[in-house]
């Protein structure tokens, strides 16, 4: 579903997705169920990101006799943000089984909250249709405008964000500066602490999905 305030977002409004959220953000959600459920909400809304994914007419025998059929006709490449993107790329590729996959790694510096490209392997030009970055949380939005710049600088003409959960704040920043960029998310939370961290949120989705730590 849009939302009023913000023209470029859609959240997701399926029952499943609420009910996988709520355990999501439980902070007794242990490292193997909390990237189980990354994966399956990730699967939730990237089926509705996709939903005007261009089609081509195909031919198609079935046991009975031939028929018509559609198939995929863009190209996809998934752009998982290092790290706590990894955990949506499985989900994607089930539901996209051709698409390429490249890896970006950005970091949030703590103390500026300023994102730190660290690692790019893009091939050296566009070769999709649709880019679909992946990653949990939109925070202050440093990490998606960043992701988008780069896909931009390298070529990609059609560019959409996938999130699970998404702060105001972050929503506003990508708008302001991609407004070609549909922001598709599983939550539009209340705002950010003075820390940069989600509220409510889900505390860190790096170190929950890797058991790396804890936020305080
Ligand atoms: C998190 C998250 C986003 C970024 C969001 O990554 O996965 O990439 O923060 O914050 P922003 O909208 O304010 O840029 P983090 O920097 O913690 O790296 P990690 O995934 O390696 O833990
Ligand atoms: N990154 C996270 O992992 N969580 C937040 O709340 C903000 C940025």
């Known amino acids: 579903m849009s939302h009023g305030q913000f023209p470029n977002l859609i959240v997701s409004r399926h029952p499943a ?11 007794t ?6 990237r189980e459920l990354v ?5 939730l809304v990237g089926y509705e990101a996709l939903s005007d994914a261009r089609l081509r007419d ?10 018509g059929g559609v198939e995929l006709a863009d190209r996809i490449g998934l752009v998982p943000i290092l790290r706590a993107g990894l955990g949506m790329v499985d989900a994607m590729l089930e539901l996209m089984p051709t698409a390429q996959v490249w890896h970006l790694g950005l970091f949030r510096d703590e103390r500026t909250l300023q994102p730190v490209e660290y690692y790019n392997k893009l091939p050296d030009s566009a070769t999709v249709d649709l880019c679909l970055i ?3 949380m939109l925070a202050t939005g440093g990490s998606a405008t960043a992701a988008i710049e780069v896909l931009k600088n390298w070529g990609a003409r059609r560019i959409k964000l996938i999130n699970l959960i998404a702060a105001p704040e972050g929503v506003a920043a990508v708008e302001k500066a991609h407004p070609d960029v549909p922001v598709h998310t599983a939550a539009l ?16 989705a790096g170190d929950r999905q890797f058991g790396t730590g804890h936020t305080d």
């Open 134 to 136: 992946l990653d949990p």
């Open 17 to 27: 997705i609420g009910h996988k959220l709520a355990l999501l953000r439980a902070e």
């Open 29 to 34: 959600t242990e490292p193997k169920k909390f």
């Open 189 to 204: 939370d209340r705002q950010l602490n003075e820390k940069g961290y989600i509220m409510p949120g889900l505390g860190d």
């Open 58 to 67: 195909i031919r198609v025998r079935t046991p009975l006799e031939e028929t």
């Open 39 to 43: 994966r399956e909400i990730s699967w």
